[in-house]
Nanobody, 124 residues
Framework: QVDLVESGGGLVQAGGSLRLSCASS????????VGWFRQAPGMERDFVAA????????DYASSVKGRFTISRDKAANTVYLQINSLKPEDTAVYYC?????????????????WGQGTQVTVSS
């Protein structure tokens, strides 16, 4: 059973924008710290951004700081990742992950539930 579902990926030209969503139909995300990770072909899964359960604290990988914004909407039970100024090197499968905790972490192993990912492809 998949707890988290990502959407919003697609094919976009360099310089464009996308908004990825992480939602759950059966779980209240307001109790979860949520992280976004990405994995390019043949590469490890890398941290992108994370947000605490209440949205008070966020963290970003240095490679995306200033271009990516993580946020959450309690009413929509959704966490978003706004991606601007896309570059070809941003091409990857993007995953969201969650853990019931007041903290957040850039470590993939810290998270207990995962989605199946959404593909983002940036053409040059």
């Amino acid at each position: 059973q998949v707890d988290l579902v990502e959407s919003g990926g697609g094919l976009v030209q360099a310089g464009g924008s996308l908004r990825l969503s992480c939602a759950s139909s059966g779980r209240d995300l307001s109790y979860l710290a949520v992280g976004w990770f990405r994995q390019a072909p043949g590469m490890e899964r890398d941290f992108v951004a994370a947000i605490t359960y209440d949205g008070s604290t966020t963290d970003y990988a240095s490679s995306v700081k200033g271009r990516f914004t993580i946020s959450r909407d309690k009413a929509a039970n959704t966490v978003y990742l706004q991606i601007n100024s896309l570059k070809p090197e941003d091409t990857a499968v993007y995953y969201c992950a969650g853990r019931t905790n007041v903290l957040l972490s850039p470590e993939a192993g810290w998270y207990s539930i995962w989605g199946q990912g959404t593909q983002v492809t940036v053409s040059s």
